[in-house]
């Protein structure tokens, strides 16, 4: 079985601060890890993905996202946010790179203040 | 190249009834997924299909159930409607030679 925590409900941070959104996770097995965000009446958009290799990873709109395995933690951070990054973000993890079957945690708001 | 859609947007229904979600995954994904999306429990795995068949199934009762047609639009019923049912269903779908899901906008169902 597996689970994730993201230890943080609500983020508001000002805009062109930086900010960092925690993950961690439990499991079993070997995982792959995902960050996904969800803006106000949308479905879910990947920002990034980690599967294997660098433990450093990139995604889109500036995000990048750490993967620490001796901490179980996959942190999110972005340098500077804009307006626009105000949205929710979930962490997720799966059991298979390409599996559909992904295990969320509880998300974490952003609210990004001017 | 249209996106996942889901059909309706939104959904009242009361106590008891059933109803019925559709979903028609981007042109060439063959693998369709189902979650709920709900403030308490926040996104729960439903199920998942791949060319009409179910390959993976989350722990929901059997009133929630699903299918695959084989032009792999994917439909899924929920009977005897609860209060607890009232969530955001997401639908999503995946080409068989990309790892990424692609989520829907989502139907938003509520059970008076």
């Known amino acids: 079985a597996q689970s994730v925590t993201q230890l943080d409900s609500q983020v508001p941070v000002f805009e062109e601060a930086p900010v960092e959104l925690r993950c961690n996770y439990s499991?079993?097995?070997?995982?792959?890890l995902f960050w996904y965000v969800q803006y106000p009446n949308q479905g879910l958009q990947l920002l990034l993905k980690?599967?294997?290799?660098?433990?450093l990873v990139k995604g889109i709109n500036g995000f990048e996202a750490e993967f620490n395995k001796s901490q179980t933690s996959f942190h999110l951070r972005k340098p500077s946010v804009h307006i626009s990054d105000t949205a929710e973000y979930f962490c997720?993890?799966?059991?298979?790179?390409?599996?559909?079957?992904?295990?969320f945690g509880g998300g974490t708001r952003v609210l990004v203040k001017p | 190249k249209a996106g996942v859609t889901q059909t309706p947007r939104y959904l009242i229904k009361t106590r008891g009834q059933q109803v019925t979600l559709s979903c028609s995954p981007i042109?060439?994904?063959?693998?369709v997924s189902w979650y709920q999306q709900t403030p308490g429990q926040g996104l729960q795995f439903l199920f998942e299909?791949?060319?009409?068949?179910?390959?993976n199934k989350g722990n929901f009762p059997g009133r929630f159930s699903g299918r695959q047609f084989s032009n792999s639009r994917s439909e899924m019923n929920v009977s005897t409607l609860e209060l607890g049912d009232s969530a955001l269903y997401l639908c999503?779908?995946?080409?068989?030679?990309?790892?990424?899901?692609?989520f829907g906008s989502g139907t938003q169902l509520s059970v008076l």
């Open positions: 999503a779908s995946r080409g068989s030679t990309n790892e990424k899901l692609f």
């Open positions: 499991s079993s097995v070997s995982v792959y």
């Open positions: 997720a993890v799966s059991d298979k790179a390409a599996g559909n079957k992904l295990t």
């Open positions: 299909y791949f060319s009409e068949t179910q390959r």
């Open positions: 042109s060439g994904h063959r693998s």
């Open positions: 980690y599967l294997s290799g660098s433990t």
